[in-house]
Structures are given as structure tokens and as C-alpha cells.
């Protein structure tokens, strides 16, 4: 059976919570393009050390490899 992307969408991604949760993951990667720690297409992930996306302090943010940093967040 395939994926419903509208419904998915319309019943996760498109809530507040999750809005927010995204806007924190983009501001804390546009923090680390501006200090230049990450650059655009380098395939490395920025991440939040403890685990709270709205949490943008440089200390709490690290520059993994993308399969490092979605393996480890994967098991909470």
C-alpha cells in the first residue's frame, strides 16, 4: 500500500507543535551555515544534543554525518 503524503501532512506536519519543532531544526542549521561549521549540500547534519529542536544554544548543537546523527536519534 502507498504512502497518503496528503493525510500524513494534514495529521503530523502541518500541526504547531511539529511547525515549531521544524522551525527549531532550520534555525539551528542556519546558526551553523552563518559561523560556517556546515555549508549547503557538505551531507552533514546539525545536531541537538539534547534532543529539544527549540534548544539553538551553540553549545547544545554539533555538526555528524548524517547517518550517525538519524541512527542515533532514531532510538529514544
Known sequence: MARNYRSEYKNYHAKPVQKKRRAGRNAGRNKLLATG???KGDKRDV???????NNNKRSNLAVTSR???RRRNGKR
Open 67 to 69: 547517518t550517525v546523527n
Open 37 to 39: 561549521a556546515v555549508a
Open 47 to 53: 545536531h541537538h544534543k539534547d534532543r529539544n529542536p
